[in-house]
């Protein structure tokens, strides 16, 4: 077993170090033009250009910084409405018919869709983002957690009525815990899906952010700039999941991931 | 203590649902109508249908509504096929071939964490804004979901039923078309109806940078000229659409589960 995962991450080096090679290789040599793709070298100087004297009107830690931010803060606003709606949604019958059909009609369309509608009430500004990332974020949460509460097994809930627990003791100790698991998976989409659509919403319109960054780099036609725009989308995007998976270990101690 | 979990009568299910859509329908029409926010910026629901209607009879940004929404259709289905046509039988080769499974994998998990949205501006200076760029992008959505699932569906296939074939002969090709294939077929038609979703989102955010005409390039040019009917006559749009591919896709789905007794 060890010897395998050994040799797992032997191929695994091996293969990345071998794409570098053949990018090095095939920029270095004209195969790919350097309008269409930048080679490591010129990748290396964008970055040390972004970080130094920035790009797009500021550095790029700056950029990261309003993009984290602007999510956060959609984040943060969609998980406090969409996690209480979807538990309320799968304990009461008459709140779950009351808003199923809401949602049924708003979850086809896609979060990006939002962007123009946000842009138009909102301006280029950070509230327009924000909408469009509560939008995004709200409707896995809500699903997820209403799934959460309508899986719970009936047994629990009979022996807690059973046991006299109080209702708010029944929520915090039965229905939450119970619903943990789900509840964190729909975070975990909602996070997904607000970074995607934050991307999206300054690639159409922005002043600072990654987004812009690759907005910006798209004009200039510069493929390095590019490419270090994407890497830190990619990086941005994989930290926070990161961090979100830190929380669900606190969360759950029980559950050995 | 009072559980609400109590069973509501069909009655009463349904008044509290249409209460619901009364009540967004209402709340919505009375303040378009109040006249404390412009109409241009929140039209009533009905002044939205009309002008749904009329965009299905006078071009707006070039094309009616339905030709914007063929062209992105057909953009759809180059994404969309090529990532099935790509990531499926990769996904069960690499459920077949170790070796490959270990070269391709960690590039595929570099790649992947990368929004498919932010290959907008590499899609739009390698295929420019016809058709090839806003593909690019929807591949980059579909192709994951394609992948892993196939794979999946190859690792997890009864052991016994590969040793019966290799016993009776059967080279790596027809392993994999013959007894891994039709195995995974299930987990495959799952991936492949995350794929259409996320294919259809990233449709969407793609038109609405780098296209000239469809569905999003619709959205665009409202909000260029600040018209929310057409704004949302789009979003609309882009919800039927992409709900009856998810139908659709059920459907398949459904089917194969049936045929396979279960």
Same mark, same amino acid.
């Given at each position: 077993?060890?010897?395998?995962?050994?040799?797992?991450?032997?191929?695994?080096?091996?293969?990345?170090?071998?794409?570098?090679?053949?990018?090095?290789?095939?920029?270095?040599?004209?195969?790919?033009? !350097?309008?269409?793709?930048?080679?490591?070298?010129?990748?290396?100087? @964008?970055?040390?250009?972004?970080?130094?004297?920035?790009?797009?009107?500021?550095?790029?830690?700056?950029?990261?910084?309003?993009?984290?931010?602007?999510?956060?803060?959609?984040?943060?606003?969609?998980?406090?409405?969409?996690?209480?709606?979807?538990?309320?949604?799968?304990?009461?019958?008459?709140?779950?018919?009351?808003?199923?059909?809401?949602?049924?009609?708003?979850?086809?369309?896609?979060?990006?869709?939002?962007?123009?509608?946000?842009?138009?009430?909102? =301006?280029? /500004?950070?509230?327009?983002?924000? %909408?469009?990332?509560?939008?995004?974020?709200?409707?896995?949460?809500?699903?997820?957690?209403?799934? #959460?509460?309508?899986?719970?097994?009936?047994?629990?809930?009979?022996?807690?009525?059973?046991?006299?627990?109080?209702?708010?003791?029944?929520?915090?100790?039965?229905?939450?815990? @119970?619903?943990?698991?789900?509840?964190?998976?729909?975070?975990?989409?909602?996070?997904?899906?607000?970074?995607?659509?934050?991307? !999206?919403?300054?690639?159409?319109?922005?002043?600072?952010?990654?987004?812009?960054?690759?907005?910006?780099?798209?004009?200039?036609?510069?493929?390095?700039?590019?490419?270090?725009?994407?890497?830190?989308? /990619?990086?941005?995007?994989?930290?926070?999941?990161?961090?979100?998976?830190?929380?669900?270990?606190?969360?759950?101690?029980?559950?050995?991931? | %203590?009072?559980?609400?979990? +109590?069973?509501?009568?069909? +009655?009463?299910?349904?008044?509290?649902?249409?209460?619901?859509?009364?009540?967004?329908?209402?709340?919505?029409?009375?303040?378009?109508?109040?006249?404390?926010?412009?109409?241009?910026?929140?039209?009533?629901?009905?002044?939205?249908?009309?002008?749904?209607?009329?965009?299905?009879?006078?071009?707006?940004?070039?094309?009616?509504?339905?030709?914007?929404?063929?062209?992105?259709?057909?953009?759809?289905?180059?994404? *969309?096929?090529?990532?099935?046509?790509?990531?499926?039988?990769?996904?069960?080769?690499?459920?077949?071939?170790?070796?490959?499974?270990?070269?391709?994998?960690?590039?595929?998990?570099?790649?992947?964490?990368?929004?498919?949205?932010?290959?907008?501006? *590499?899609? !739009?200076?390698?295929?420019?804004?016809?058709?090839?760029?806003?593909?690019?992008?929807?591949? %980059?959505?579909?192709?994951?979901?394609?992948?892993?699932?196939?794979?999946?569906?190859?690792?997890?296939?009864?052991?016994?039923?590969?040793?019966?074939?290799?016993?009776?002969?059967? =080279? &790596?090709?027809?392993?994999?078309?013959?007894?891994?294939?039709?195995?995974?077929?299930?987990?495959?038609? @799952?991936?492949?109806?995350?794929?259409? #979703?996320? =294919?259809?989102?990233?449709?969407? /955010?793609?038109?609405?940078?780098?296209?000239? &005409? /469809?569905?999003?390039?619709?959205?665009?040019? =409202?909000?260029?000229?600040?018209?929310?009917?057409?704004?949302?006559?789009?979003?609309?749009?882009? #919800?039927?659409?992409?709900?009856?591919?998810?139908?659709?896709?059920?459907?398949?789905?459904? !089917?194969?589960?049936?045929?396979?007794?279960?």
């Amino acid at each position: 077993m060890r010897e395998r995962s050994g040799r797992r991450i032997a191929v695994a080096l091996a293969s990345v170090g071998a794409t570098l090679v053949l990018w090095q290789a095939l920029t270095a040599t004209g195969v790919i033009p !350097a309008s269409r793709f930048a080679s490591p070298r010129e990748f290396w100087a @964008a970055l040390a250009q972004i970080n130094g004297p920035g790009y797009a009107d500021a550095k790029l830690w700056q950029h990261v910084l309003q993009s984290c931010k602007l999510v956060a803060e959609g984040f943060v606003v969609a998980a406090g409405v969409g996690v209480p709606l979807g538990l309320a949604m799968g304990w009461s019958r008459r709140f779950e018919a009351f808003f199923n059909p809401i949602f049924l009609l708003l979850r086809p369309i896609p979060p990006l869709a939002w962007i123009p509608l946000a842009i138009v009430w909102l =301006g280029l /500004g950070d509230a327009a983002k924000v %909408m469009v990332i509560f939008v995004a974020a709200f409707v896995p949460s809500v699903i997820n957690s209403y799934t #959460g509460v309508r899986s719970i097994e009936p047994y629990l809930v009979e022996a807690a009525r059973m046991l006299g627990v109080r209702r708010t003791a029944f929520v915090a100790e039965v229905m939450v815990p @119970a619903a943990l698991p789900h509840i964190f998976t729909g975070l975990r989409l909602s996070l997904q899906a607000a970074w995607t659509t934050l991307v !999206a919403g300054e690639l159409v319109g922005a002043l600072r952010g990654l987004g812009q960054v690759l907005n910006a780099a798209a004009q200039d036609i510069y493929p390095a700039m590019i490419l270090v725009g994407m890497v830190f989308v /990619g990086l941005c995007g994989g930290a926070m999941t990161w961090m979100l998976w830190l929380a669900e270990k606190r969360a759950m101690p029980w559950r050995a991931a | %203590m009072s559980m609400d979990r +109590a069973a509501l009568t069909r +009655a009463e299910s349904w008044g509290l649902s249409f209460a619901g859509l009364a009540a967004l329908l209402v709340g919505w029409t009375a303040v378009a109508s109040s006249g404390l926010v412009p109409p241009q910026f929140l039209p009533t629901p009905l002044a939205v249908a009309e002008r749904f209607v009329e965009l299905t009879q006078k071009p707006f940004a070039g094309y009616t509504i339905q030709q914007h929404l063929v062209s992105s259709v057909g953009r759809y289905l180059m994404g *969309f096929g090529l990532a099935a046509l790509v990531g499926v039988p990769l996904g069960l080769a690499m459920g077949w071939f170790r070796w490959l499974d270990e070269v391709v994998s960690p590039l595929f998990e570099a790649v992947r964490f990368v929004a498919p949205i932010a290959w907008v501006p *590499f899609a !739009a200076l390698w295929f420019g804004t016809g058709i090839g760029g806003p593909t690019l992008i929807i591949f %980059m959505g579909a192709f994951p979901p394609a992948l892993v699932n196939a794979y999946r569906g190859a690792r997890f296939v009864e052991p016994r039923f590969i040793e019966a074939a290799q016993t009776l002969g059967a =080279g &790596s090709w027809r392993v994999i078309t013959q007894v891994l294939l039709p195995a995974s077929v299930p987990s495959i038609v @799952a991936g492949l109806r995350i794929s259409a #979703g996320l =294919g259809w989102q990233s449709l969407v /955010g793609a038109e609405l940078i780098v296209a000239s &005409s /469809g569905i999003g390039y619709l959205l665009v040019k =409202g909000q260029a000229g600040i018209s929310t009917s057409t704004v949302m006559s789009g979003m609309i749009a882009i #919800g039927i659409v992409g709900f009856a591919i998810d139908a659709m896709l059920r459907r398949v789905e459904a !089917a194969i589960h049936a045929r396979r007794g279960r």
